[in-house]
Antibody
């Protein structure tokens, strides 16, 4: 079945780095853009980053721009999030999610997140 | 940046009630709004796409509508499994979520 499985979370000190992975299965990963979304404990959802299906374009939330890098390996059906210079405010459950454009072009259609992983927890603390 | 204001932040309702949750955008976003349900310890689930399109497998008691910059999620007859937190999300300008509405048992 269609599935996303995140891994790589853990406890890390402020200023250090961590790399998250998201393994996709059950669909043609190379045909879909992918997002990272995070949720701080007891808080709402915050979009983090997007990468297009072919890796040609990337976009980031202002809160992580310059510190986080989203990437993908379509040969491995895997999405990544490299997180550098981590801060306490980056503590959250990180979800990967599939980009959904209603079956049409993402240039001219609303977008949503139609498939989500179960999340991986990142705690930034000294 | 486009601001999305979701209301109420929480509500108490009984099984069988009609429930309405609203999101208001700070500017026009056409139909670039979706709705999600999140239960404790679970990932969000897409309910409504493009303001009013029901996702496959989502019960028909869920519906979405829009009027200008106001968007509404309606649960026509609340069921026990509907107690959860609901989020709206706009995709007109990057991607941003509303603050969430927790639907609790009355």
């Amino acid at each position: 079945q269609v599935q996303l499985v995140e891994s790589g979370g853990g406890v890390v000190q402020p200023g250090r780095s961590l790399r998250l992975s998201c393994a996709a299965s059950g669909f043609s990963f190379r045909n879909y853009g992918m997002h990272w979304v995070r949720q701080a404990p007891g808080k709402g959802l915050e979009w983090v980053a997007l990468i297009w299906y072919d890796g040609s374009n990337r976009d980031y939330a202002d809160s992580v721009k310059g510190r986080f890098t989203i990437s993908r390996d379509n040969s491995k059906s895997t999405l990544y999030l490299q997180m550098n210079s981590l801060r306490a405010e980056d503590t959250a459950l990180y979800y990967c999610a599939r980009r959904y454009c209603g079956g049409g072009s993402c240039y001219s259609n609303p977008e949503a997140f139609d498939i989500w992983g179960q999340g991986t927890m990142v705690t930034v603390s000294s | 940046d486009i601001q999305i204001t979701q209301s109420p932040s929480s509500l108490s309702a009984s099984v069988g009630d009609r429930v309405t949750i609203t999101c208001r955008a700070s500017q026009t976003i056409n139909r670039y709004l979706s709705w999600y349900q999140q239960k404790p310890g679970k990932a969000p689930k897409l309910l409504i796409y493009a303001a009013s399109s029901l996702q496959s497998g989502v019960p028909s008691r869920f519906s979405g509508s829009s009027s200008g910059t106001d968007f509404t999620l309606t649960i026509s007859t609340l069921q026990p499994e509907d107690f959860a937190t609901y989020y709206c999300q706009q995709s007109y300008s990057t991607w941003a979520f509303g603050q969430g509405t927790k639907v609790e048992i009355k």
